[in-house]
Structures are given as structure tokens and as C-alpha cells.
């Protein structure tokens, strides 16, 4: 079946004569994909069959949310869908001399970062691509003084035909802008952070992965840069965009992780930080989550700091557990981070008219449901094979993620 491919973004950013979004592909790794594809010529707007029965082409229009494609199944399996040619970014070079079959989740330096500096009034200028390497920063700079920072976390996947895909960025440019008003810093536009966000990528393109192989992690940071010393927002600000290439975040890969929950620290409390992607809300986890990983845990489930028994979320990811059918994720409360991920989890059950909740899940209920499953962008999707709680643990009855939901999202 045959359906054109409209465009995703409101905009051609500079220097790119086309930009086309349409979902490529279902799968374990990788969810629902909207391509950003570049061309230099024309577009093949065709679509193949796919090679799953229950999986069709459906076209994009124009979306910030999901689209309603009524026969996508939230299986979490290694078929792929099949598509013709995308709009595509196509040149002849040669991919970096690494070990893709060896890739883990650490910083493997690439070529070039982007870095834009704000001025007096807060207005970010065009910024410049530059080496990747260190920068310079006063010892009173705003972001080690008193932690006026953020980061973003997303990726690009290079397609079998070449292409290179990114997972809705323009969500992280909102986030971003989100969480600087929080910390009182300047942001770019989401134009200027999209066009940094695709020259940075396209400038690293021999570092993306081959399919299949990984993907191209993108760290965007916003960090108070100028000298400050009495406690106030900071007169400077650097805007940074750098790459890695990565494998998969847990070293299970795609094998069911452990999870303890953790009862005595927290991550976030109401009124504060934890559902902006500030610097500071990561270090806090670090005591509680090395001593899990000593235990042999792979990461910590962390509960409300008033309560102590409902779920927030896992260090680095949201958390979602299924029971009769229904799916159940905690509410975004000013304690979680509005994760990309779950956001795209959530529209593509609700766009299909299947039950999701999102509310206060107590503890008692993940002990109790079907299956548990993260997700992330460094996570992607992660099944649960196992909770302890108090010392007790609690294995999941399915070891993959997620069967129920394949039965009851066919």
C-alpha cells in the first residue's frame, strides 16, 4: 500500500531543501520511529508491505502528537516493517573505525561539538561547530557554583538504506525550554535547537552506527557559563551539543533487568526539581544506585518522598507497569520527568482506544502486576524480569516485554 509522506516539521531548516516525517518501523529497540530524512534531489514518497500481518503504513500528518494507526501491536519482537526508499541524506564516506559489535553506554569522542554562547540580554547567536574537546569555564561560573544547568538525552539511527533517522527532537527543544524557565536560564528556540541539533548530527554522520548496530546518542547541555559568586542566575550562558555512539544502556541489552526499590534516599521531592532535566537531580541518585549495581541490581525504583509507597520513577527512565490488560505509568506531578519515551507509549495505546492510567501506583500494585517495563531514550524500552522490595523479591510473570499488551493492543 502506497501513502505519501507529509512533512513533520513546520519548517525547512536552513540548509535542508526537504524535511519528511513518517513512521518507519516497529520494534523492541527502537518503538515507533518518526525519519527525518534529508535529500538533496527528489522524494520517493512509497511505502512497501510490511513483513507483519498486523502492522500497516500509516501516514504522518503534520504531528507534534502520535497519530492513531490502528493496527500497530506493542510487540516487543526483532520484526521489522519494510519501507522503499525515504528522503534521504546521501554521501560517500566512510564510517568510523570502531567495534559496533562492541558498543556499550560510555563516551567514545567524536569529531565535532556545537557551541553557542547568549548574550547580555539572553539571546543565543548562531553558534559554530568546533572539535570535540574541553571547554573553559570560570572556577565562579554559574553551573559549578550553584548547578544552573540542564541536558537533554536523544538519538539518531541510520536506516538500512543509509539514511539517518532522529526519534521526535523536537520534543527535547521543548523540554529544554521547559525546564530553563524552572532554573531561570535563557534557552535557544526550537528552530535554532533544531538546526544545531541536525548540523551536529550530520557533522558526526560517519560515528552513526550501522543498522542494527546502535545509534548516535545526542547530549544537548545548557549551563550557566558566566562568573557569579553571590547566589543569582548567572550573566552568561554556553548552549552544547555533543555525540557518542552507544549500544545499549543496560548490559542485560534487551534480557529483563532487576530492579530494587528503594526506601530510604529519594530522588525528588514536591516543589522542587525532579520534573526538569537539571544537573542536579542525577548526582543524588549516584549513592543509592551504586550500591544496588555492588548488589548486582541493574538500576533503583525510587518512591514518593511524603508517602514513601508510591512509584516515581528509576534513576534514568519512567516506569510503567500492565495489569488486566491496563496499562498504568505514575502521573507527571512535578516529581518525574516528563520522559519523550513514555509520552510516545502512552499516545500510541490511547490513539488506538486501549486503557492507559496515569496516577499515583503504589507499591503494593508493582509487586502485584503482570509485567513492569521501563523506558527511556537511553533505555528504549526495557522489560522487568524481577522487583525486590524489603529485602524480598518478585519475579515478574513474563520474561519479555510486553505480552500481555500484544494481546490486547492486536
Known amino acids: 500500500m502506497a501513502v505519501p509522506v507529509l ?46 500481518p498486523s502492522t500497516v503504513w500509516k501516514e504522518v500528518a503534520f504531528p507534534s502528537q502520535l497519530p492513531c494507526v490502528p493496527s500497530i501491536s506493542l510487540v516487543a519482537s526483532s520484526i521489522r516493517c519494510g519501507a522503499t526508499r525515504a ?18 553506554f560510555g563516551l567514545v569522542p567524536t569529531d565535532y561539538m556545537y557551541v553557542c554562547k547568549s548574550t547580555e540580554g539572553g539571546i543565543f547567536t548562531k553558534g559554530e561547530l568546533q572539535r570535540f574537546g574541553n571547554i573553559e569555564l570560570s572556577p565562579s561560573s554559574g553551573v559549578l557554583n550553584y548547578g544552573q ?39 535557544p528556540t526550537v528552530e535554532q535547537f533544531m538546526e544545531a541539533l541536525k548540523l ?8 552513526v552506527p550501522p543498522s542494527g548496530k546502535g545509534s548516535l546518542y545526542i547530549r544537548p547541555l545548557l549551563m550557566g557559563s558566566g562568573a557569579v559568586l553571590g547566589l543569582a542566575p548567572a550573566p552568561e550562558y554556553i548552549f552544547l551539543i555533543y ?34 532535566k537539571t544537573i ?26 511524603v508517602h514513601k509507597k508510591y512509584l ?21 506531578k512535578g516529581t518525574i520527568l516528563p520522559g519523550i519515551t513514555r509520552k510516545s507509549i502512552i499516545d500510541v495505546a490511547r490513539s488506538q482506544g486501549y ?21 527511556g531514550t537511553a533505555v528504549v524500552v526495557s522489560p522487568v524480569g524481577s522487583i525486590t522490595y524489603l529485602g524480598q523479591r518478585y519475579f515478574l510473570l513474563s520474561i519479555s516485554i510486553p505480552t500481555n499488551l500484544s494481546g490486547f493492543l492486536d
Open 355 to 375: 486503557e492507559v492510567e496515569e496516577r499515583s501506583v503504589s507499591v503494593e500494585e508493582l509487586l502485584d502486576a503482570d509485567e513492569v517495563f521501563c523506558t
Open 312 to 332: 516515581e520513577e528509576v534513576s534514568s527512565c519512567n516506569v510503567f507497569l500492565v495489569k488486566d490488560k491496563v496499562i498504568s505509568t505514575p502521573a507527571i
Open 280 to 305: 542536579g537531580n542525577y548526582a543524588s541518585v549516584l549513592k543509592a544506585q551504586s550500591a544496588a549495581k555492588a548488589k548486582g541490581y541493574s538500576d533503583v525504583l525510587y518512591l514518593d518522598a
Open 87 to 104: 528522503s534521504t541524506y546521501r554521501e560517500t564516506y566512510e564510517l568510523a573505525d570502531v567495534n559496533w559489535d562492541g558498543l556499550g
Open 243 to 276: 555525540v557518542s555512539p552507544v549500544g545499549n544502556y543496560f548490559k542485560e541489552g534487551l534480557a529483563p533487568i532487576n530492579l530494587v526499590v528503594e526506601n530510604e534516599f529519594h530522588r525528588a521531592t514536591p516543589g522542587g526539581t525532579g520534573g526538569v
Open 200 to 207: 551536529t548530527v550530520l557533522s558526526n554522520r560517519r560515528w
Open 7 to 52: 512533512p513533520l516539521l513546520p519548517y525547512p531548516p536552513a540548509g535542508f531543501p526537504c524535511v519528511t516525517g513518517f513512521i518507519i518501523s516497529y520494534r523492541a529497540s527502537n518503538l515507533l520511529v518518526f525519519c527525518i530524512g534529508m535529500e538533496e534531489e527528489s522524494i520517493d514518497h512509497i511505502f512497501t508491505g510490511c513483513s507483519y
Open 149 to 187: 544547568g540542564l541536558f537533554e538525552g536523544l538519538k539518531a539511527y541510520r536506516k538500512e538504506d543509509g539514511s539517518i533517522l532522529l526519534f521526535r527532537p523536537e520534543e527535547n527543544a521543548h523540554r529544554m525550554r521547559m525546564g530553563a524557565e524552572r532554573m531561570c536560564m535563557p534557552a
